[in-house]
Nanobody, 123 residues
Framework: VQLQASGGGLVQAGGSLRLSCAAS????????MAWFRQAPGKEREFVAA????????NYADSVKGRFTISRDNAKRTVYLQMNSLKPEDSAVYYC?????????????????WGQGTQVTVSS
C-alpha cells in the first residue's frame, strides 16, 4: 500500500491542524493505521493508532485529549485532528500502516510509511 500524508503547516501555539493520509489499494479497511512524529535529533515516536473498523483507538499520553485520530474507509483516508497545539508538537508527522490488528509503539512494527508532513508550532 502507498501512503500520502498532507495537511502540515505553520500554526501558532493553541491552534489546530488536521492531517490527512490517503492510501492506495482496495483493502484499506483491513489495515491498522497510525501516526508517528519525529522532531530533529529525536527518535520517531508513536502518536496515535486506529484499527481497521475504528473500534480500537490508542494515543500517546502526550497527545491524549488534544489529538483525535479517525478514518474514512470509503475514502481510504486516515486523519489526525490536532488541537491545542504546543511548540513541542513540532515535528515531521508520518502515517503508517500494518495488517496486524493490534497497535504498536515501535516504528519497526509498521510495514508501510508515508513521506511525512511538517508541522511547526510557534510560541
Amino acid at each position: 500500500v502507498q501512503l500520502q500524508a498532507s495537511g502540515g503547516g505553520l500554526v501558532q501555539a493553541g491552534g489546530s491542524l488536521r492531517l490527512s493520509c490517503a492510501a492506495s489499494g482496495r483493502t484499506f479497511s483491513v489495515y491498522t493505521m497510525a501516526w508517528f512524529r519525529q522532531a530533529p535529533g529525536k527518535e520517531r515516536e508513536f502518536v496515535a493508532a486506529i484499527s481497521g473498523s475504528a473500534g480500537s483507538i490508542n494515543y500517546a499520553d502526550s497527545v491524549k485529549g488534544r489529538f483525535t485520530i479517525s478514518r474514512d474507509n470509503a475514502k481510504r483516508t486516515v486523519y489526525l485532528q490536532m488541537n491545542s497545539l504546543k511548540p513541542e508538537d513540532s515535528a515531521v508527522y508520518y502515517c503508517a500502516s500494518r495488517t496486524l490488528p493490534a497497535p504498536a509503539a515501535a516504528p519497526a512494527a509498521w510495514s508501510y510509511w508515508g513521506q511525512g508532513t511538517q508541522v511547526t508550532v510557534s510560541s
